[in-house]
């Protein structure tokens, strides 16, 4: 026993090991022969995940509850870095978005549709680990995965998994067929991507087109990219990108020059109380003196 111990010891120390920084896997070459005749060299390839990495799983992780951080106070904006400048196309085929993130049949709709034909493979965006792969109400047959970011990708009404709750996968990685179970008027991808619990406007993130283009390495998402009525599931929005801290302070800086009127508010008391004149403010809002205030109306403040 000693005599293996020793050799062992005496094998780690002839390891050639190389770190392989994309991939994030440590490579160590054994001289396996030494230890039994017929061996040969080989190659061992250990994930570097766990030292890096948070451990993804070990928070608000289930394989049964689609929301895990539901009642979960979140603090806007959240902040998403990215270490890929791209993601790898959840399709194989050319993206065709048939609906978008927005208000669709006067409901919420979460996700961005993308078209495909049952049976089409499917692929992971980024790494991460599967959080679930189970048939889920309205969305059929789906797999959830968790990136080490954060983010959470859902791929739903899928017709197989290839795929199981708590697996680690590859970013690229088949993960099964897309299709058209659970709520489906036809075949298509419905991708959702959230971020502790906030469904997020996918446009904003990701760019669907050829490029497979991540929006930044750092994104700063506000409130109103997590809510869905605020946009329409057949357009493409204007985008204002929020990348660094200092966008995010110029982004703060103008929504403070916002005023939303109040109940019982008169333009005489908005301009008291943001100490502005009223014929400034008449003027930076195309309104008069005698305009009436809706409670909501947002009133440009220029100093
Ligand atoms: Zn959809």
Redesign the pocket.
Known sequence: MQRILTLLCCLLLAVGFAQNKRAETLKISLPLSKVSERAVWTEVELPLHSVPAPDITSEYWTNSVYNPYKGVPVKFPLKISFEDSTYASPISRKKVVT?RYGW?WGRA?????IDLITGDSLFAMFDGVVRMAVYNGGLGHAVVIRHYNGLETTY??MSRYAVKANDSVRKGQYIGKGGRSGN?RGS?L???VSYKGQYIHPDYLFEFDDTNKVHGKELFVMRPWTKAYYYSSRRLPKIDLITSEEKLAEFEDREKRLYIVKKGDTLSRISRRNNVTIEALCKSNSIKRNSVLRVGQKLIIEP
Do not use: T, Y
């Open positions: 609906s669709r709709h979460q996700g961005i549709d739903a009404h489906a298509h419905h991708l959702v």
